[in-house]
């Protein structure tokens, strides 16, 4: 069994990250790369002495490839360590007799999505280079608070049928919004708002897709070892 969750969660995380790490080169890294210039003050934008205009365009993505290693490197251990988790997820559910498909998995890595990216980005959006942020241990504190209780509210409505039960869990889903979330007192940001909403939504979708092949290739692979 543990032999299986092992090599189950390193081949489907290292395929994970590498696909992530692809659709961040060529979807979030340009945005990043184009941001850095506002930040260094290579570009400005917000000219009070002119019109709230610059050029777009991001620098050559090849100028740095030590950098996109390092993504290369982060997101192979990052989903190497999700895919643990998921693998662990559906080796606990075939305990209580449900069959590991490809559905399973699609479920697995939205319910992934859900608890380590969206819920903690409603109170921690994706932010650009050259924004101002709170306290960096507050939004820890912040973002482990809201991953520790979704994730235990969507396993109690996962394995819990009373109607106390879901009723906890869909208020363990909602206690961390009612904490508010970590804000400061002024907004700032030197980058264009149109790079910032486009940064916010590839961020996401990249997010969504990296975790939906996550759930597949985990669940195709955790059933044909199964079969092995």
């Known amino acids: ?91 606990l559910l075939e305990r209580k007799n449900y069959i590991i498909k490809k559905e399973q998995g ?13 819920v903690p980005t409603i109170g921690l959006p994706p932010t650009l280079p050259g924004t101002i942020e709170t306290i960096v241990e507050t939004r820890q504190v912040w973002w482990l608070s809201a991953v520790a209780l979704t994730g235990t509210g969507i396993f109690i409505l996962i394995f819990q049928k009373t109607t106390p039960a879901i009723i906890l869990g869909i208020l ?24 910032a909403g486009k940064f916010s939504a590839r961020s996401s979708s990249v997010g969504l897709i990296s975790w939906l092949i996550l759930g597949l290739i985990t669940s195709q692979i955790w059933s044909n070892l199964k079969k092995a």
């Open 1 to 91: 069994m543990f032999k299986n969750i092992i090599t189950c969660a390193v081949f489907a995380g290292a395929f994970s990250g590498i696909i992530s790490s692809i659709l961040q080169l060529f979807l979030v890294s340009p945005l990043l790369f184009e941001a850095e210039l506002y930040e260094s003050g290579m570009r400005v934008h917000f000219n009070p002495l002119g019109s709230p205009e610059s050029p777009a365009g991001a620098p050559n993505l090849w100028d740095n490839p030590a950098r996109h290693l390092m993504t290369l490197g982060f997101n192979l251990v990052t989903f190497t360590g999700f895919g643990f988790l998921l693998t662990a997820a559906f080796a």
């Open 172 to 195: 363990f889903l909602i206690l961390p919004h009612l904490f508010g979330y970590p804000e400061g007192e002024i907004y700032y940001g030197v980058a264009p708002p149109e790079l």
């Open 106 to 118: 699609i479920i697995g890595g939205l319910c992934g999505f859900l608890i380590l990216y969206l």
